[in-house]
């Protein structure tokens, strides 16, 4: 069992959902003998199992998906017990509210307020120990895979350059690093290993999980025996890219080489994921619109009255979509009317003092955003995806950083992966940065990954995560 969890960080985040909707559903049962406690009717009109089961089922998956909006379940998560607590508490409400429209909508799954109200408390003590304790237990050493770097040069370096904090490592433990001829040293001494006896059967010895090869140069040099013996031993043999590509959510540049993208998974462009993305992104746009419109009609109105009606409540500007072509993005105008009257594209920065009052807001809040629902219709943007970027941006950024010109092989979007992983970027080492978030989204993007990046899009509205 423990080498089972030990092998793969998402497995810890099965075990925490499973335990947790396990919990919640039990709180429902809970709540139903301690509100009926005595009554020569105990379970009331919950007598039918397969009753109460039901709608306990509803109510663990609504809270479950107000939790994961407010990121409960990324493992990159830095937070403290606390900051747990008061995102389980968020998510709780969240939760609620859903359940609100729910019942609304669907009486007979709804459950009486007074056992809702006692399921939610014992729902929220129970998980938030429940949850505290699975990650107390994530971040123990004897419970983390093992890994061992095979290399000693610049690339291995990177794990430690790029792992520092506990957090970076919550899912593996470093063993050490070996060091392979021909290499020029940039591991420090005291992490380097000398093996006294063949790469797999030390590996087994010291119940190795994984084996990163992070060598610098591997024509000729690699010990292809021996990692091959590895696996047949049961022991993970990963390329340094798709280590760091699965344990930090994000493509590495600097590890990245054309012959690890071209020959890598990824890049799903089947026609069945064509078709349920526009199937997603059209539902979404709509459900949205209708939804929202009297916000935006707010929204508008706000605008209109700061400016007195001088100047137009939508701004238009040129961006870069799928495959290069340019389009007419639309959104509603947060700065002055003469913000770039010299015709110079400026990137936006902190404190900007071309943003109006309501444009603050608006911004903070993604208002503003809300009428790339049209730019969505019209097929010129998806809902889940890159942001697309100004052109003379592009002409500027896509010289400088490579693999740059990937981001639009899928169309641009509303929201995305870097907007949830990376703050706003206003210069050439933000953009890179946050193209590294946004060529994971480009290689591994389906459907399950665009409705997890939605729901977690809640968490960066309310926490104003990112905006300027």
């Known amino acids: 069992m423990v080498r089972f969890l030990r092998q793969h960080s998402r497995r810890w985040r099965v075990v925490l959902v499973l335990g947790e909707m396990l919990l919640l559903l039990g709180s429902v049962f809970a709540a139903v003998q301690v509100r009926y406690a005595g009554s020569p009717y105990p379970f009331s009109e919950y007598a039918e199992l397969n009753t109460i089961l039901m709608r306990g089922l509803i109510f663990a998956l609504f809270l479950l998906l107000g939790m994961t909006a407010l990121g409960l379940y990324q493992a990159q998560l830095r937070v403290s017990a606390f900051g747990v607590i008061a995102r389980q508490g968020l998510g709780f409400l969240l939760g609620w509210i859903g359940l609100a429209m729910l019942y609304y909508l669907l009486p007979v799954v709804q459950i009486g307020r007074g056992l809702l109200a006692l399921s939610m408390a014992i729902g929220f003590v129970t998980v938030c ?105 049961g022991i993970a043999v990963t390329e340094l890219s798709t280590f760091f590509e699965r344990e930090s959510g994000c493509v590495p540049l600097s590890v ?95 404190n900007d003092a071309r943003v109006t009052r309501v444009g603050r807001f608006i911004r903070k809040t993604r208002l503003d955003e809300l009428p790339q629902l049209w730019n969505v219709l019209r097929g010129e943007m998806s809902f889940i995806g890159p942001r697309p970027e100004r052109p003379q941006f592009v002409n500027e950024l896509a010289p400088a950083i490579p693999y740059y010109y990937l981001r639009h092989a899928v169309k641009p979007g509303l929201t995305g992966w870097a907007q949830l992983r990376y703050p706003y970027g206003a210069s050439v080492n933000d953009a890179a940065e946050k193209l590294r978030y946004d060529l994971f989204y480009v290689k591994n993007h389906n459907l399950l990954f665009d409705l997890m990046i939605l729901i977690q899009t809640v968490e960066v509205v309310l926490f104003g995560h990112g905006a300027r």
């Open 129 to 233: 120990a429940y949850h505290l304790g699975v990650r107390r237990l994530i971040d123990a050493d004897a419970l983390k895979r093992r890994v061992l770097v095979l290399g000693g040069g610049w690339r291995a370096a990177e794990v430690i350059e790029r792992m520092r904090r506990r957090s970076d490592r919550r899912g593996f433990v470093t063993v050490g690093f070996v060091a392979q001829p021909g290499e020029t040293g940039k591991v420090p001494a005291a992490r380097l290993l000398t093996l006294s006896e063949p790469l797999s059967q030390w590996s087994e010895r010291e119940q190795v999980d994984e084996v990163v090869v992070g060598v610098n140069d591997r024509r000729g040099t690699l010990p292809m025996a021996e990692l091959l013996a590895c696996r047949e031993r």
């Open 256 to 350: 990245t080489n054309p012959s690890w993208l071209v020959f890598g998974s990824g890049f799903d462009a089947s026609s069945w994921r064509q078709a349920s993305k526009r199937g997603f992104d059209v539902g979404m746009a709509v459900a949205l619109a209708v939804v929202l419109w009297p916000v935006m009609l707010l929204t508008a109105l706000a605008i209109a009255v700061e400016s007195r009606g001088a100047g137009p409540l939508l701004y238009r500007q040129q961006r870069v979509g799928e495959r290069g072509r340019c389009f007419e993005l639309i959104k509603f105008r947060s700065m002055s009317v003469d913000a770039e009257s010299d015709g110079v594209a400026r990137w936006a920065q902190k």
